[in-house]
Antibody, heavy 119, light 108 residues
Framework: QLQLQESGPGLVKPSETLALTCTVS??????????WGWVRQPPGKGLEWIGS???????YYNPSLKSRVSISVDTSKDQFSLRLTSVTAADTAIYYC???????????WGRGTLVTVSS | DIQLTQTPSSLSASVGDRVTFTCRAS??????LAWYQQKPGKIPKLLIY???TLESGVPSRFSGGGSGTVFTLTISSLQPDDVATYYC??????????FGGGTKVEIK
């Protein structure tokens, strides 16, 4: 059973960069069966797909965030990471890292981590 | 970009009622649609993928339907444990994805 755990600062200042890492356990990030995604959810609001990565490094981003987002993978550590630049209060959300089964839909959701953008 | 519109945004029904809500896509997405359930204060959970296929362990009172641009999620007999927000998600251009805005289900 795959388990994913987010880590990173819970508080980021406006205009700075949000950086989170997701550690995969119970399986290999180099699996042919999964892509790896980031999803966020502002407090009291719906789900927003941020982007996804394959273990080869191929990335796919939400067009609305593409100019500010980058996702990378470190197969030696079974980790993938999110960077979101120039954050504002609108980026305050619970950030989830989630495996994408066959690149299609999300299973094994992690707990998520709340990131607050505030000075 | 594909947009998904879920209706209604919320509904209230009685225990035992059959409830159905809709997810409309801005273009044909064939059968590339999944549904998630998010209970209050909890993480989302995959319910259905490929329009009809129930994820392992999901009660059979849940069913999905539709094709093309209009899709439905039906709960055949609403239970108190079904209080949640339900999201649809398309993967027609996977791994690029879109979520719908959600339908919140409450008990009368």
């Amino acid at each position: 059973q795959l388990q994913l755990q987010e880590s990173g600062p819970g508080l980021v200042k406006p205009s700075e960069t949000l950086a989170l890492t997701c550690t995969v356990s119970g399986g290999s990030i180099s699996s042919n069966y999964y892509y790896w995604g980031w999803v966020r959810q502002p407090p009291g609001k719906g789900l927003e797909w941020i982007g996804s990565i394959y273990y080869t490094g191929s990335t796919y981003y939400n067009p609305s965030l593409k100019s500010r987002v980058s996702i990378s993978v470190d197969t030696s550590k079974d980790q993938f990471s999110l960077r979101l630049t120039s954050v504002t209060a609108a980026d305050t959300a619970i950030y989830y890292c989630v495996p994408l089964r066959s690149g299609y839909y999300f299973d094994s959701w992690g707990r998520g981590t709340l990131v607050t953008v505030s000075s | 970009d594909i947009q998904l519109t879920q209706t209604p945004s919320s509904l209230s029904a009685s225990v035992g009622d059959r409830v159905t809500f809709t997810c409309r896509a801005s273009q044909d997405i064939s059968n590339y649609l999944a549904w998630y359930q998010q209970k209050p204060g909890k993480i989302p959970k995959l319910l259905i993928y490929a329009v009809y296929t129930l994820e392992s362990g999901v009660p059979s009172r849940f069913s999905g339907g539709g094709s093309g641009t209009v899709f439905t999620l039906t709960i055949s007999s609403l239970q108190p444990d079904d209080v949640a927000t339900y999201y649809c998600q398309e993967y027609n251009n996977a791994p690029a994805l879109t979520f719908g805005g959600g339908t919140k289900v409450e008990i009368k």
